[in-house]
């Protein structure tokens, strides 16, 4: 929550920033306060997600069938990342990937930064669900040596890296991550130009030789426990 509070704080830093050097007079602007993000509102948020619940699931469990990732478990900055990239067209650009161009569509329902800070402040406050049903099958053993190099990035225990721009791995379920990987691999994923965090990523799902080398990393992912949203967890 500090954490949540500071990022704030320095939005509207950079918001008033902004704000004031637009103005030629260099006056403080006595409208600023109107631009402040409030926290995000978890009930706000739920009202909002009812739409989204149609692909996510009521639980934001995710929906197999339809492409559709578990929004629960997952880094409040992440969502914050992702939803933006959605929002101005920078993880859909690839028209042959019909799962972003779907989320595309339905990220243009989104108004506004405060709307992004309501359903992130909802899908954080929701208990972690595991996917009981995996579909990946892979040698966790071998994975785990894969997942060396990842770890610079998505931390040791794939718990994230906000620094790095590495979501936790952990919160997602396996077959989503298949896909993601896949995506990234095939350019489907991260190609566009602007999409900074996603060319960090794209050269790595490249040393994933092949299909096989995709499912045993995800499987020795699967081993590993959720952290994020967990209160008795502090990064090292
Ligand atoms: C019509 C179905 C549909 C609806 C409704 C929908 N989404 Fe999605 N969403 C998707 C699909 C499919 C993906 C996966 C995109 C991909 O494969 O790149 C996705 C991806 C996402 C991601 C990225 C997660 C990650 O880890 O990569 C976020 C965040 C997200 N959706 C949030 C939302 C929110 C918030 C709403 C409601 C405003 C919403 N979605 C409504 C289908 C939908
Ligand atoms: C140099 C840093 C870096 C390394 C190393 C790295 N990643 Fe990533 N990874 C990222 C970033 C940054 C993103 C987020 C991209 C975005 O914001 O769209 C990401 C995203 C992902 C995603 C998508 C998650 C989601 O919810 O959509 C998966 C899956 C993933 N990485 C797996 C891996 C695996 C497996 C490895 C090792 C083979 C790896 N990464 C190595 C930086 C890295």
Same mark, same amino acid.
């Given at each position: 929550?500090?954490?949540?509070?500071?990022?704030?704080?320095?939005?509207?830093?950079?918001?008033?920033?902004?704000?004031?050097?637009?103005?030629?007079?260099?006056?403080?602007?006595?409208?600023?306060?109107?631009?402040?993000?409030?926290?995000? =509102?978890?009930?706000? +948020?739920?009202?909002? /997600?009812?739409? $989204? &619940?149609? %692909? @996510? #699931?009521?639980? !934001? *469990?995710?929906?197999?069938?339809?492409?559709?990732?578990?929004?629960?478990?997952?880094?409040?900055?992440?969502?914050?990342?992702?939803?933006?990239?959605?929002?101005?067209?920078?993880?859909?650009?690839?028209?042959?990937?019909?799962?972003?161009?779907?989320?595309?569509?339905?990220?243009?329902?989104?108004?506004?930064?405060?709307?992004?800070?309501?359903?992130?402040?909802?899908?954080?406050?929701?208990?972690?669900?595991?996917?009981?049903?995996?579909?990946?099958?892979? =040698?966790?053993?071998? +994975?785990?040596?894969? /997942?060396?190099? $990842? &770890?610079? %990035? @998505? #931390?040791?225990? !794939? *718990?994230?890296?906000?620094?790095?721009?590495?979501?936790?791995?952990?919160?997602?379920?396996?077959?989503?991550?298949?896909?993601?990987?896949?995506?990234?691999?095939?350019?489907?994923?991260?190609?566009?130009?602007?999409?900074?965090?996603?060319?960090?990523?794209?050269?790595?799902?490249?040393?994933?030789?092949?299909?096989?080398?995709?499912?045993?990393?995800?499987?020795?992912?699967?081993?590993?426990?959720?952290?994020?949203?967990?209160?008795?967890?502090?990064?090292?």
């Amino acid at each position: 929550m500090v954490k949540t509070y500071l990022l704030i704080a320095g939005l509207v830093c950079g918001l008033g920033a902004q704000a004031a050097s637009s103005q030629e007079t260099a006056q403080a602007s006595p409208q600023i306060e109107d631009n402040l993000l409030r926290p995000g =509102d978890p009930f706000a +948020g739920k009202m909002r /997600y009812n739409l $989204c &619940a149609n %692909c @996510h #699931g009521i639980d !934001a *469990e995710g929906i197999e069938s339809i492409g559709a990732p578990k929004l629960n478990g997952l880094n409040d900055w992440y969502l914050r990342h992702q939803l933006g990239a959605f929002m101005n067209n920078i993880r859909a650009s690839n028209t042959d990937n019909r799962g972003a161009q779907m989320m595309r569509v339905m990220a243009t329902t989104i108004p506004d930064e405060q709307a992004v800070e309501d359903l992130v402040a909802y899908l954080t406050s929701l208990p972690n669900t595991t996917d009981t049903d995996n579909t990946v099958e892979g =040698d966790a053993e071998v +994975g785990a040596a894969l /997942y060396q190099p $990842c &770890a610079l %990035c @998505h #931390g040791q225990q !794939a *718990e994230g890296d906000q620094n790095m721009g590495g979501p936790s791995l952990t919160g997602q379920d396996p077959w989503y991550l298949k896909l993601q990987l896949e995506n990234f691999k095939s350019g489907l994923r991260g190609a566009n130009p602007k999409d900074q965090a996603g060319a960090r990523m794209m050269p790595m799902a490249r040393v994933l030789v092949d299909e096989q080398a995709i499912d045993d990393v995800v499987a020795y992912i699967a081993t590993l426990t959720p952290k994020v949203n967990d209160p008795a967890y502090q990064p090292e």
